[in-house]
């Protein structure tokens, strides 16, 4: 009975106090704007992919009508691929703003298209995205620590302090019970938007439930840390400034220092490394013996080993033989590449267990699939479709088929995924 008369008096005087109150609508705006700045850019981005896969389907209905051969068919024909985004994204777009989620491929050497990527926003690039993952993850810390860091403080000045404890009995329960009805306030004012957007976007209840509960943990862990730094017998301000360091040192220092750590651990090639890899081996076999090049792609190939070239003329098979090798030959980079990546990335999840900003974001990121994995898994799907595409057209080319605009209706359907 005696705590709850002391929550019921606390929430009380926290309505009366304005700075709690001023703070709240802070947070509240701040959230209801960054998951509608999420709403809005998922929306963007899937009525970029219902307006280019129209176009895409007018434009190869278009190109495919006027051809007379595979082997032409294949070379005109692009094919939209995508990532489609999660009915969760809104809250985080993680990787999204950083790796291609749309490509348009065709039946030539792929590696170079998948590294082909839009040109990004710069300025993006630099101050990053207003989204949920952003306001709970930087955001609420600092608001925590403008309420709490002058939890006693505040109160020696004013001179109310010993009343204070003399009142409440228990000194510990009463600055505790405080804090934690300060941090709620903000936790709810936070995760309402939240809520309120994920019934739109139809988002999942155990998505939205397990998002809560990580940004619920996060709540109580800057405000366990501002209660231990505010029970400190020093001054407000030397308080706070402690606390903003360990803010910076938690969401900055240590994500900066780790990061480049990891960078100098795990080396890498980039992907235009490569796109050029593949272009000069594609650009040097016109030079090439055709045998050369046959007898590398029959060692991926060796159900076509049968096929006789057309020697001193132009053949679709040759050329898209070489097309293939291209792609064999950057392999080992594309491995080393794919590998370096997905290692840096693991190490970068270890790193989070000690700096709990990073750890919420690559969480929200996971929950809204919007993760490293799930471009990843994106890439592997485009290579997936790519080599269905290389396996209708090879039938038709190497077995001779004569060319039948009606059968293009078989050719394979890419996998958005979600």
């Given at each position: 009975m005696n705590i709850l008369n002391a929550i019921t008096r606390e929430a009380k005087f926290m309505v009366r106090d304005r700075a709690v109150l001023v703070w709240m609508m802070v947070v509240f705006i701040l959230s209801s704007l960054a998951v509608w700045s999420g709403m809005d850019s998922v929306?963007?981005?899937?009525?970029?992919?219902?307006?280019?896969?129209?176009?895409?389907?007018?434009?190869?209905?278009?190109?495919?009508?006027?051809?007379?051969?595979?082997?032409?068919?294949?070379?005109?024909?692009?094919?939209?691929?995508?990532?489609?985004?999660?009915?969760?994204?809104?809250?985080?777009?993680?990787?999204?703003?950083?790796?291609?989620?749309?490509?348009?491929?065709?039946?030539?050497?792929?590696e170079g298209q998948i590294y082909e990527r839009d040109t990004g926003?710069?300025?993006?690039?630099?101050?990053?995205?207003?989204?949920?993952?952003?306001?709970?993850?930087f955001v609420l810390p600092f608001v925590l620590i403008m309420l709490l860091y002058d939890l006693r403080a505040g109160e020696r000045i004013a001179g109310r302090h010993d009343l204070l404890v003399a009142v409440a009995g228990r000194d510990a329960s009463f600055w505790l019970i405080r804090a934690f009805i300060r941090a709620l306030s903000i936790f709810f004012c936070l995760v309402i938007p939240l809520f309120i957007a994920g019934l739109i976007a139809e988002t999942s209840l155990t998505t939205l439930l397990l998002a809560s509960l990580f940004v619920f943990v996060y709540t109580i862990f800057w405000t366990l840390l501002c209660?231990?730094?505010?029970?400190?017998?020093?001054?407000?301000?030397?308080?706070?400034?402690?606390?903003?360091?360990?803010?910076?040192?938690?969401?900055?220092?240590?994500?900066?220092?780790?990061?480049?750590?990891?960078?100098?651990?795990?080396?890498?090639?980039?992907?235009?490394?490569?796109?050029?890899?593949?272009?000069?081996?594609?650009?040097?076999?016109?030079?090439?013996?055709?045998?050369?090049?046959?007898?590398?792609?029959?060692?991926?190939?060796?159900?076509?080993?049968?096929?006789k070239l057309k020697e001193g003329s132009f053949d679709w098979s040759w050329y898209y033989a070489f097309q293939q090798v291209g792609d064999q030959k950057t392999e080992p980079l594309t491995m080393t590449y794919r590998e370096g990546r997905l290692e840096r990335d693991r190490l970068a999840g270890i790193l989070s267990l000690l700096a709990p900003p990073i750890l919420l974001e690559r969480s929200l990121q996971a929950l809204a699939k919007t993760d490293f994995s799930a471009a990843i898994a994106y890439e592997d799907r485009v290579r997936d479709f790519?080599?269905?595409?290389?396996?209708?057209?090879?039938?038709?080319?190497?077995?001779?088929?004569?060319?039948?605009?009606?059968?293009l209706k078989y050719l394979p359907v890419f996998a958005a995924g979600k």
């Open positions: 929306e963007q981005q899937r009525a970029s992919i219902e307006r280019l896969q129209e176009a895409d389907r007018e434009d190869r209905m278009l190109q495919l009508s006027q051809i007379k051969s595979w082997g032409s068919a294949a070379y005109y024909g692009f094919y939209l691929t995508h990532d489609e985004p999660s009915d969760f994204a809104f809250a985080s777009m993680g990787q999204r703003d950083l790796l291609p989620w749309k490509h348009r491929v065709r039946m030539l050497a792929l926003n710069p300025l993006l690039a630099l101050v990053g995205r207003l989204d949920f993952a952003f306001v709970a993850v209660y231990w730094f505010a029970a400190w017998r020093l001054s407000a301000s030397v308080i706070l400034v402690a606390l903003a360091g360990v803010w910076i040192t938690l969401a900055v220092i240590v994500p900066a220092a780790g990061r480049m750590s990891i960078d100098r651990m795990v080396p890498i090639t980039s992907g235009a490394d490569i796109l050029m890899t593949q272009r000069e081996a594609v650009n040097d076999a016109w030079d090439l013996p055709k045998a050369t090049t046959m007898n590398a792609f029959w060692e991926r190939y060796p159900e076509w080993n049968e096929y790519h080599k269905e595409l290389r396996d209708f057209y090879y039938q038709k080319m190497f077995r001779k088929e004569a060319f039948d605009n009606k059968l």
